[in-house]
């Protein structure tokens, strides 16, 4: 007896985090030493209050301005910001914001898939931020987290992340989708620091906030699921590529399509129309929506 609780306990250690849970389920986990809680956000915020056992990391520990556009940053910059959070590939991650504006929501997708790029796989959002947690009434804190740091090494996952000329040669290809506002994509309204208006030629409409309702839940799985098979043809089998202004719209895109639906496969553009839109020798369409058809 004692043999099978201790399998079936290695069993449930080795299973993967799903990609996004609830307020409840981490306040049951919340001091389970498998787990790791990150706060993301800027200011002053985290050591006003924080969810319990929440580690702290900013937007800026994970991108740079290269002098264009704003990128992910070097390989050794993130395995830095990743050790110093007591993170490594057999961690699971529970990554939550306070969602001021939307913006807030991106900064912690684009973290989830920016571990995914560097070989942390078991990675979660928290339903809602902590606007969801506060209103299911569970507590928080303003201690210090002392954790003990890793050592990590990155194994990059080129298979996640995509550049002008893999979107060029793939132009026709395979299926891409914008995860800016309609308005945006069509080119009818400017997307700020982009000179040329309008998408990526062939590039598909869905804006990343189609996912969640007002309070940033997520919404039911079953349509999602609906959404991107009848009504975008995509084939969880086969690659997709997403992308948006500069590389955080889209990053929910990606949570949602590779996360929580199991799209494989699913390139992330990181430069995206804050590159390509401010070339003259990028292929753009304006003014009309677009299918894939290859």
């Keep these: 007896m004692k043999i099978f609780v201790a399998?079936?306990?290695?069993?449930?250690?080795?299973?993967?985090?799903?990609?996004?849970?609830?307020?409840?389920?981490?306040?049951?986990?919340?001091?389970?030493?498998?787990?790791?809680?990150?706060?993301v956000s800027d200011g002053d915020t985290y050591q006003l209050e924080h969810i319990g056992n929440a580690v702290h990391t900013a937007i800026g520990s994970w991108r740079f301005d290269n002098?264009?556009?704003?990128?992910?940053?070097?390989?050794?910059?993130?395995?830095?910001?990743?050790?110093?959070?007591?993170?490594?590939?057999?961690?699971?991650?529970?990554?939550?914001?306070?969602?001021?504006?939307?913006?807030?929501?991106?900064?912690?997708?684009?973290?989830?898939w920016a571990l995914h790029y560097h070989g942390v796989k078991n990675v979660a959002l928290l339903d809602g931020g902590m606007g969801g947690w506060k209103s299911a009434h569970l507590p928080l804190s303003n201690d210090n987290v002392m954790i003990k740091p890793?050592?990590?090494?990155?194994?990059?996952?080129?298979?996640?992340?995509?550049?002008?000329?893999?979107?060029?040669?793939?132009?026709?290809?395979?299926?891409?989708?914008?995860?800016?506002?309609?308005?945006?994509?069509?080119?009818?309204?400017?997307?700020p620091t982009v000179k040329r208006n309008g998408h990526i030629k062939g590039g598909m409409s869905y804006s990343w906030n189609y996912s969640v309702d007002k309070e940033y839940l997520l919404k039911s799985k079953n349509m999602l699921e609906s959404v991107?098979?009848?009504?975008?043809?995509?084939?969880?089998?086969?690659?997709?590529?997403?992308?948006?202004?500069?590389?955080?719209?889209?990053?929910?895109?990606?949570?949602?399509l590779n996360g929580v639906l199991g799209y494989q496969h699913v390139r992330l553009y990181d430069a995206s129309m804050k590159e390509w839109g401010n070339?003259?020798?990028?292929?753009?369409?304006q003014y009309r929506y677009e299918l894939f058809q290859k």
């Excluded at 194994?155 to 290809?173: E, P, R, S």
Aim: hydrophobic fraction near 40%; aromatic fraction near 10%; charge should be negative.
């Design 7 to 39: 399998l079936f306990s290695t069993v449930l250690s080795l299973m993967a985090i799903e990609p996004l849970v609830s307020p409840q389920w981490l306040n049951e986990h919340q001091n389970d030493a498998q787990i790791r809680i990150v706060e």
């Design 67 to 112: 002098g264009t556009f704003l990128s992910i940053r070097p390989v050794e910059e993130i395995e830095r910001e990743i050790s110093r959070l007591g993170i490594d590939e057999k961690i699971d991650v529970v990554l939550y914001a306070p969602i001021n504006n939307p913006k807030d929501l991106l900064k912690a997708s684009y973290i989830y």
């Design 150 to 191: 890793t050592v990590f090494k990155a194994v990059l996952d080129k298979t996640k992340i995509a550049d002008m000329n893999y979107v060029k040669n793939h132009l026709g290809k395979l299926p891409m989708i914008d995860a800016r506002p309609s308005d945006m994509y069509l080119g009818v309204t400017p997307t």
């Design 228 to 256: 991107f098979k009848e009504g975008y043809k995509l084939d969880k089998n086969k690659e997709v590529l997403v992308y948006c202004t500069g590389g955080l719209e889209t990053s929910f895109n990606y949570f949602v």
């Design 279 to 285: 070339r003259d020798d990028t292929p753009m369409i």
